[in-house]
């Protein structure tokens, strides 16, 4: 890798802590794989994207198909713990943060400009959930040109089986699959 970048997606409070409405099963098994690999990153200083679903609280900024249950049950809500990233991630001085309001981390963000204007040549993806913010940020990063490798131990989904099945769709498109410690023993 010649200039990587990590991007760490959605491991907000409302997707990954126990009870959280919109908590994703495999979201608290992940954490340990990405805090290894936000270790390399953060121990090589390289550049790390910490990317968070933000919405208004009146959800005008809600896309069509989630309104519905943005409006009975409000999610990563501006302002609130909720919508906050989780403590054993949280970001440093230093490290991005990047807000959202739709599934991809390219839509509607300074994200493909700040990886530009950093020289970025390859992305490396771990967070939730694997059918659609990761897949949707993997597969607009492939159009704009960027190299992925998809940290598979560090992503998850409401399933394995649902996990597999687009990790094997995102492999059909050229994208790089490996675990955190195959990914880091390969930096070595």
């Known amino acids: 890798m010649e200039h990587p970048a990590l991007l760490i997606i959605d491991m907000q409070n409302d997707f990954?802590?126990?009870?959280?409405?919109?908590?994703?099963?495999?979201?608290r098994a992940v954490i340990p794989k990405i805090?290894?690999?936000?270790?390399?990153?953060?121990?090589?200083?390289?550049?790390?994207?910490?990317?968070?679903?933000?919405?208004?609280?009146?959800?005008a900024?809600?896309?069509?198909?989630?309104?519905?249950?943005?409006?009975?049950?409000?999610?990563?809500?501006e302002g609130t713990p909720g919508a906050q990233e989780i403590e054993e991630l949280a970001p440093l001085p230093g490290e991005y943060v990047i807000e959202k309001t739709r599934m991809s981390a390219f839509i509607g963000t300074e994200l493909d400009l700040m990886l530009r204007s950093l020289g970025i040549t390859e992305l490396v993806v771990t967070g939730v959930q694997t059918p659609?913010?990761?897949?949707?940020?993997?597969?607009?990063?492939?159009?704009?040109?960027?190299?992925?490798?998809?940290?598979?131990?560090?992503?998850g989904a409401q399933s394995d089986e649902i996990h597999r099945a687009?990790?094997?769709?995102?492999?059909?498109?050229?994208?790089?699959?490996?675990?955190?410690?195959?990914f880091i023993t390969l930096q070595q």
């Open 132 to 155: 659609n913010c990761i897949r949707t940020t993997v597969f607009d990063a492939i159009a704009y040109n960027y190299p992925v490798i998809l940290v598979d131990d560090a992503t």
């Open 16 to 27: 990954v802590r126990e009870g959280a409405r919109l908590s994703v099963a495999q979201a």
């Open 35 to 59: 805090q290894d690999v936000l270790g390399y990153f953060r121990e090589k200083n390289l550049p790390v994207f910490h990317i968070l679903r933000i919405h208004r609280g009146d959800g």
């Open 166 to 182: 687009n990790v094997r769709d995102m492999a059909n498109i050229g994208v790089q699959i490996m675990t955190a410690q195959a």
């Open 61 to 77: 900024d809600v896309e069509i198909t989630r309104r519905v249950l943005f409006f009975q049950h409000p999610f990563a809500v």
